[in-house]
């Protein structure tokens, strides 16, 4: 497809955005719970381990869309479904975004299943981390009640995997 | 497989750390991203319809006891694709300080005013031409504390979702003639300066209303990372 326009560039979304984005937060999309509902539990910490309390995190897993501000505590919650396998044999996983004052753009990275070990394993975008121990960021851990816990570390040890795009 | 190395490399995006810019020192990630293979990514992403926002929730002038301070504008555009098409339907969502620089927020707590009449907070869904238009006051200038002195130029922010999950963005829109703007560590991380100069509204008399309020606008254009460079000039 030919391009005509260029692109708007990003922007931070600053320290300030609670009271523009919290409409949306914790509202399921579509309005409807769907079959198999999960809770995704996690912390968004910096680069000396601290949480980030200012940091609102979106997932989208082909047909649920969450969003979450994080608490003083760096902590975010969404419900979401575990997808079907999607196309080119990548196991079931969800699109998260990250955006916080200090991030210039949003940064990108994917929670896949504790319990799809060998879907996982067969996974192309978990091969081509490379490294086991980074490309085990992106695995969620066994939470509560069926749920998961996913933490991001944006920085330094144990550093989640962001993707490029 | 391909990798974003081999697809053509049109960065308008400011890089994750940024010296200039001292939240980033902690934040940023310090490893190399991992590109991830086109035909590995999700072409879908949320759709909102009507429901999620009403036509009072473009106008931040209202919703208040009275009518907040400070100099009423009209702030419009179209939300595109890099290939043209305009995107119908889509969410905007906006969110500001107020004419005195203060963000309906604790964590602003510098001293300048609140306005109990304005929360600056407004949400629309674009039209067929993939139109947004929202009301509200000129925001001011405020300080932060990224280095001696330092102020933000007056921005509102803009969050849009695309038609894809690669096509969520979140920028600022300028206003133009503002003295702050080359000073800004934020707009400066925009390595390119026609790619800065995108993000300053223009002064519109289409959208002025007589004896009532200033016009701005704004396209915003999402899905550009897929984009060919123009040859350089």
Known sequence: MSTTLPPTPSQTIGPFFRFGMEWLSGRAIPEAEPPGALTVTGRVLDGDGEPVPDALVEAWQGSVFARSLTDAEGRFRFVTVKPTPAAGGQAPHVEVSVFARGLLQRLWTRLYFPDEAAANEADPLLGAVGDPARAATLVAVPGEDGGVVFDVRLQGEGETVFFAW | ?233
């Open chain 2, 1 to 233: 497989m391909s990798t974003v190395a081999e697809r053509p490399a049109w960065t308008v995006d400011p890089p994750y750390g940024d010296p200039g810019y001292r939240s980033t020192a902690k934040r940023a990630p310090h490893r190399p991203l991992v590109p991830m293979a086109p035909e590995l990514a999700p072409t879908t992403g949320p759709v909102f319809g009507e429901g999620y926002a009403d036509p009072e929730d473009a106008d931040l002038t209202a919703g208040h006891a009275g009518e907040p301070i400070g100099q009423r504008i009209n702030v419009s555009g179209r939300i595109l694709g890099s290939d043209g098409r305009p995107l119908a339907g889509q969410l905007v969502e906006i969110w500001q300080c107020n004419a005195a620089g203060r963000y309906a927020h604790q964590g602003d707590q510098h001293p300048a005013p609140l306005d109990p009449n304005f929360t600056g907070a407004g949400r629309c869904l674009t039209d067929a031409e993939g139109r947004y238009r929202f009301r509200t006051i000129r925001p001011g200038a405020y300080p932060w504390r990224n280095h001696p002195n330092a102020w933000r130029p007056a921005h509102i922010h803009f969050s849009v979702f695309g038609r894809a999950f690669t096509e969520r963005l979140v920028t600022q829109m300028y206003f133009p003639g503002d003295p702050l703007i080359p000073f800004d560590p934020v707009l400066r991380s925009i390595r390119d300066p026609k790619a800065q100069e995108r993000l300053v509204s223009a002064f519109d008399w289409d959208s002025t209303e007589e004896e009532f309020a200033l016009g701005f606008a704004f396209d915003v254009v999402v899905g550009g990372h897929l984009a060919t460079p123009p040859d350089p000039a």
